[in-house]
Antibody, heavy 123, light 111 residues
Framework: QVQLVESGGGLVKPGGSLRLSCAAS????????MSWIRQAPGKGLEWVSY????????YYADSVKGRFTISRDNAKNSLYLQMNSLRAEDTAVYYC????????????????WGQGTLVTVSS | QSALTQPASVSGSPGQSITISCTGT?????????VSWYQQHPGKAPKLMIY???KRPSGVSNRFSGSKSGNTASLTISGLQAEDEADYYC???????????FGGGTKLTVL
């Protein structure tokens, strides 16, 4: 069965960095677009970033552009989010999610989600 | 890109039907049949309930249905059950420079 397991969250000071990981299993990871989506405490969902199956196409939300970098290692079935210059407003649970589109055609929805990892930015 | 607009809360009694609206613009909901809906119980990850406006994933009850008219999408839940009490989020594709945008979420209370 499809499983997505995030890790790497924690407490970090403003201006600091953190790298999140998402370990995928139960499907051919290299065939699918993947995304990071976050949810601030008590708030709604916010899409953060998308990466194509090959890693050649990447999108970011304006709120993280220039500070966050999404990447993937298909040999390790893993998705990553490097977060730099962190701000208090980046405090959230970060989910990795799979787009069911395969190859070069994303479907722009998310059929499987991990349980999330909490990132807290505070001094 | 602004979030899509959803009512903060809706409520209904068991067995009744409710509808949650999701209002966007001609740049997102109005331009693409790529609206999806997610159910989220407290402390849990979101679950896909509807994709491409009105399609149901395997395993999702046929009590859940979706539709769209102009810039507004809707999720209807018929025959309300206690386990339907959750937060619901809509999401739309908004073009290649923006990708996806979510609604602010609606808390469904089953009375």
């Amino acid at each position: 069965q499809v499983q997505l397991v995030e890790s790497g969250g924690g407490l970090v000071k403003p201006g600091g960095s953190l790298r999140l990981s998402c370990a995928a299993s139960g499907f051919t990871f290299s065939d699918y677009y993947m995304s990071w989506i976050r949810q601030a405490p008590g708030k709604g969902l916010e899409w953060v970033s998308y990466i194509s199956s090959s890693g050649s196409t990447i999108y970011y939300a304006d709120s993280v552009k220039g500070r966050f970098t999404i990447s993937r290692d298909n040999a390790k079935n893993s998705l990553y989010l490097q977060m730099n210059s962190l701000r208090a407003e980046d405090t959230a649970v970060y989910y990795c999610a799979r787009d069911p589109g395969s190859g070069s055609y994303p479907q722009y929805y998310f059929d499987y989600w991990g349980q999330g990892t909490l990132v807290t930015v505070s001094s | 890109q602004s979030a899509l607009t959803q009512p903060a809360s809706v409520s209904g009694s068991p067995g009744q039907s409710i509808t949650i609206s999701c209002t966007g613009t001609s740049s997102d909901v109005g331009s693409y049949n790529l609206v999806s809906w997610y159910q989220q119980h407290p402390g849990k990850a979101p679950k896909l309930m509807i994709y491409e406006v009105s399609k149901r994933p395997s395993g999702v009850s046929n009590r859940f249905s979706g539709s769209k008219s102009g810039n507004t999408a809707s999720l209807t839940i018929s025959g309300l059950q206690a386990e339907d009490e959750a937060d619901y989020y809509c999401c739309s594709y908004a073009g290649s420079s923006t990708s996806n945008v979510f609604g602010g979420g609606t808390k469904l209370t089953v009375l």
